[in-house]
């Protein structure tokens, strides 16, 4: 046997992003307006058979499904809720939160301040 010892290196592929993955925009619930928040309720109110927006509730916000198809929420969603889901889908996030300790980015409306 000799005395250098050689290794064998596999390259194997690297994946975007693993499928149990997914990304999320974290943003303040400071950008939704009342009508919006009424939309996550009554879809939750119903288990999903009425509204046009998946999410989940918890104390302090929503998490909220960004569509495949951003036309299936044009008539139900604010024009910055409709801007905050259209960017998140550019940016291949999968959810938005809007937390109410989130942050507030300046780049979409802002609905009420502390």
């Known amino acids: 046997m000799s005395?250098?010892?050689?290794?064998?290196?596999?390259?194997?592929?690297?994946?975007?992003?693993?499928?149990?993955?997914?990304?999320?925009?974290d943003l303040s619930t400071a950008h939704l307006e009342r009508g919006d928040t009424?939309?996550?309720?009554?879809?939750?109110?119903?288990?999903g058979q009425n509204g046009?927006?998946?999410?989940?509730?918890?104390?302090?916000?929503?998490l909220v499904s960004v569509p495949d198809e951003l036309a299936s929420i044009h008539d139900d969603?604010?024009?910055?809720?409709?801007?905050?889901?259209?960017?998140?889908?550019?940016?291949g996030c999968d959810w938005v939160l809007f937390d109410r300790d989130g942050n507030i980015d300046e780049r979409f409306p802002v609905q009420w301040r502390d």
């Open 3 to 25: 005395d250098t010892a050689t290794a064998t290196v596999v390259s194997l592929p690297i994946a975007r992003q693993p499928r149990n993955m997914r990304r999320v925009l």
């Open 38 to 47: 009424l939309e996550f309720e009554e879809y939750l109110a119903t288990q």
């Open 52 to 62: 046009s927006m998946p999410c989940l509730s918890g104390p302090h916000g929503w």
């Open 77 to 91: 969603a604010s024009p910055g809720l409709y801007a905050i889901l259209a960017y998140a889908k550019e940016a």
